[in-house]
């Protein structure tokens, strides 16, 4: 089984189109880097604008508050929306890319349960999610410290600011790295189960992509008709629980108390969720294609 | 006949009692608002400039921060600056009030003074501080003065554009130069709010309490507990850019 993971990861970084998502994220990273580096200040007098007439905004507060950590923060907030599409590229392409190639029939005269096979496929897919992270981390989180320097981060929420000592900052960003991993990965096995069905990769892709989009309008509205009914049920609601882990504790006074996490059962609760739905969307894939005729 | 005599004897005392302060003016009745506000003055006048080191703690409503080490600097007439040695820090507008020359910038006579008597319990002088300039951004000034040491405890700053401030004021060793060991800065605030579209909160479905008197309650706080001050050592211009 091990040897047949190394054959898939083998396959997967062999095509040029595995990159594309690599590219992608290093050219958003460094075009958000430069747009702040540049332009940074405007960036912080919008979002500060309402606290203008209370607080007095220097030039040296705004580079203290456009620091590395900030950057990263604004960074995710953007990316982890479009990765889905990138982790799709791939997982979409699993089942179904073999099947267009007529080479699935031929891979499963191996020795191995189809259990097996399809284990290993998902297997793939997950390193290439976490991969895809890590690469966004080195340049999203580490290129930002080094080209922004560290400092204390500030989370601006809808309703509040929360403040964060800089040496309470990086566990939290490994935490929220681990926390996107199992995002994506759920992404990943919905377009991995749409994969089952489909004879090639172009419409598991954009079926997810369709799904993700939708989800995720319907977890962004404030409806009350869906916060009850459907909001808490949709994982795309859950997929942005990474930021839970930057919400913090602050005492009577509003003083923040450092190592803390506001929500942290929250977070579990939202962690499970996306892990059943894994489970689910992985399980269900399984089921399905050991009942599946393979014609091709 | 006894009795007579001994009633005598006790109006003397009371007229003589009453006629004791008469006989010296208005001395025993305390010195004058004018006064006190001099001998305040100048003793505030003692300091050209320093540089404090303290902590800062910030209570407002919409914002958790952390306990920040800061370094203030002052400089005369009006100069300061809180610095955020280590970090970030939410600095109100209308902090340079925490340096109380600032109350008397443009001297004595550009205000009138209002004498309001001491205030019941804490004994302090309530003094009104009215600034004869139209223009004024600071519409009026409360001051409630220890007479005794000649020491600011509170100010009530109502300003034209930028609300009400409020100062509070512990003093410890530095009480000489009427610098405080510990000021509490009180100012209004606006109501903080952006649009989900930009944050993307993370909605943890937990209810948020809605506390009426949190949500009125529109008054910053800030607290700086001095630790030290360097006074008339000099501060560089450099450092208020």
């Keep these: 089984m091990w040897k047949l993971l190394q054959i898939e990861l083998f396959k997967i970084f062999k095509r ?23 332009d940074g200040k405007s960036y912080i007098d919008l979002l500060l604008s309402n ?37 799709a590229l791939i997982s979409g392409d699993s089942i179904a890319g073999e099947a267009n190639m007529g080479t699935l029939r031929l891979s499963l005269t191996k020795p191995i349960s189809r259990t097996q096979y399809m284990l290993v496929k998902f297997l793939a897919s997950v390193i290439y999610t976490v991969a895809l992270l890590v690469w966004m981390a080195i340049l999203a989180l580490f290129g930002s410290m080094l080209i922004f320097g560290t400092n204390d981060m500030v989370v601006l929420r809808s309703e509040g600011i929360e403040q964060i000592k800089s040496f309470d900052v990086m566990w939290r960003y490994f935490a929220a790295f681990g926390y996107a ?16 069905f489909a004879e090639n990769s172009i419409g598991p892709i954009i079926a997810t992509m369709s799904i993700v989009i939708v989800f995720t309008i319907l977890s962004e509205m404030n409806i009350p008709i869906y916060d009850q009914t459907v909001k808490p049920y949709l994982f795309t609601s859950h997929m942005v629980a990474w930021k839970g882990f930057f919400y913090v504790k602050a005492d009577a006074e509003g003083t923040t108390i450092n190592g803390s996490i506001e929500n942290l059962p929250a977070i579990m609760r939202s962690l499970s969720i996306l892990l059943i739905y894994i489970g689910l969307f992985f399980g269900s894939a399984v089921w399905v294609f050991r009942k599946k005729d393979i014609l091709t | ?52 080191n303290g902590k800062m703690k910030t209570n407002v409503v919409f914002i958790k921060a952390p306990i920040a080490k ?16 280590s970090g970030i820090s939410f600095i109100p507008k209308g902090s340079v009030n925490i340096n109380l020359n600032n109350i008397f910038l443009n001297g004595t006579g550009s205000f009138d003074i209002i004498d309001v008597g001491t205030e019941a319990g804490t004994n302090l002088r309530i003094i009104k501080l009215l600034p004869k300039d139209e223009n004024s951004d600071v519409v009026l000034s409360t001051l409630y003065i220890d007479e005794s040491q000649s020491l600011i405890r509170k100010a009530k700053t109502t300003t034209k554009d930028n609300g009400t ?4 004021m512990t003093y410890g060793k530095y009480a000489e130069y009427g ?60 450092v208020f850019r």
Excluded: H
């Excluded at chain 2, 952006?194 to 506390?211: A, H, R």
């Design chain 1, 16 to 38: 040029p189109r595995t990159y594309i998502a690599f590219g992608a994220i290093a050219a958003v990273v460094f075009l958000i880097q430069i747009a702040l580096k540049f």
């Design chain 1, 51 to 87: 606290l203008k007439d209370s607080f007095d905004f220097n030039d040296d507060f705004k580079l203290d508050l456009l620091n590395g950590y900030l950057i990263c923060f604004v960074i995710l907030n953007t990316l982890l929306i479009q990765m889905p599409l990138l982790v």
């Design chain 1, 181 to 196: 991993a199992v995002a994506l990965t759920t992404v990943s096995a919905l377009s991995f189960l749409l994969s089952v």
């Design chain 2, 1 to 52: 006949m006894k009795q007579r005599t001994s009633r005598r004897w006790s109006w003397k005392i009371v007229l003589l009692l009453l006629g004791i302060p008469l006989l010296s003016g208005y001395k025993a009745a305390g010195p004058t608002a004018e006064e006190v506000i001099a001998s305040v003055r100048a003793k505030l006048d003692k300091v050209n400039d320093y540089e404090a």
């Design chain 2, 70 to 85: 800061v370094k203030v600097y002052f400089k005369k007439p009006d100069k300061l600056r809180i610095n955020n040695e």
């Design chain 2, 165 to 168: 401030y409020e100062l509070e």
């Design chain 2, 179 to 238: 610098l405080a060991d510990k000021v509490i800065f009180s100012f209004n605030t606006k109501d903080y709010k952006l649009p989900k579209g930009i944050t993307f909160d993370y909605d943890d479905g937990s209810k948020k309490e809605q506390d009426p008197n949190k949500l009125k309650n529109k008054k910053g706080k800030v607290e700086i507990v001095y630790s030290e001050y360097s006074i008339n050592k000099g501060v560089p211009d450099t």
